[in-house]
């Protein structure tokens, strides 16, 4: 058997083997006990009593997380001057034409997602 840590001696003697935690006592608990230098994850098992095998049981569901995943999208909007006004409306970071198209080629990579009108294609490429 491997060995205990002291960080993991530590852990394990602030957890009850028996104790059913509730929802809130037991995020209290992960983070009171956690020691990782990264964001950390938490897998959830949760006991539903269901026949995955009988079609009126199927369990399927999308949960939104109340903070989104916890990434901004930053968006750049390479638009012609008429339609610059309408893209900050809906929301880029960036709008503009020639200008960024320049940082671009100089390698600028600071967007995630560039949006485009099909006339400025022939530019971009």
Not at 17 to 30: C, D, G
Not at 43 to 58: C, F, G, S, Y
């Amino acid at each position: 058997m491997a060995r205990l840590t002291k960080k993991q001696k530590e852990a394990s003697s602030k957890i009850e083997a028996n104790k059913t935690y509730s929802v809130t006592e037991a995020s209290a608990l992960i983070k009171e006990i956690s020691n990782a230098n990264f964001d950390a994850s938490v897998d959830l098992a949760v006991r539903l009593n269901v026949d995955p095998r009988k079609a009126n049981q199927m369990v399927r569901g999308v949960v939104t997380l109340p903070h989104g995943t916890g990434k901004d999208v930053k968006v750049l909007a390479l638009v012609t001057p008429d339609k610059e006004a309408e893209a900050t409306a809906a929301g880029a970071d960036y709008v503009g034409l020639d200008e960024y198209l320049d940082k671009i080629k100089g390698g600028w990579t600071d967007v995630d997602v560039i949006v485009t009108m099909p006339s400025v294609m022939g530019k971009l490429g």
